[in-house]
């Protein structure tokens, strides 16, 4: 059985802080390539971060570089986003995927695994 479960969404005043974690089971190794995703209501599901397993290839969409980072524990086959100086724009579901290819991949179809999504609200 394959899970990827979130945790750490909820509702956040702008400016505040939040900090994402999922946690791969199952097939999931600790040496795929890992992600968050994110989709807004109304809009497509966008890439947001990644990581691969060695942690020296990431992507950040422009939109969150320089506030939002992401890590991974390859011990406890976690990945983490930590998110900073949110914005109202960054209200979305978050999702977390993993992939079994070994290069970094910014093509939403290369990830094999999705975790079920967490919500977080940024309140202006």
């Known amino acids: 059985q394959v899970h990827l479960v979130e945790s750490g969404g909820g509702l956040v005043q702008a400016g505040g802080s939040l900090r994402l974690s999922c946690t791969g089971s199952?097939?999931?190794?600790?040496?795929?390539?890992k992600a968050w995703f994110r989709q807004a209501p109304g809009k497509e599901r966008n890439l947001v971060a990644a990581l691969t397993w060695s942690g020296d290839n990431t992507y950040y969409a422009d939109s969150v570089k320089g506030r939002f980072t992401i890590s991974r524990d390859n011990a406890k086959n976690t990945v983490y986003l930590q998110m900073n100086s949110l914005k109202p724009k960054d209200t979305a579901v978050y999702y977390c995927?993993?992939?079994?290819?070994?290069?970094?991949?910014?093509?939403?179809?290369?990830?094999?695994?999705w975790g079920q999504g967490t919500q977080v609200t940024v309140s202006s």
């Open positions: 995927a993993a992939s079994s290819t070994v290069t970094l991949s910014i093509v939403e179809l290369e990830y094999d695994y």
């Open positions: 199952g097939r999931i190794r600790s040496s795929y390539v």
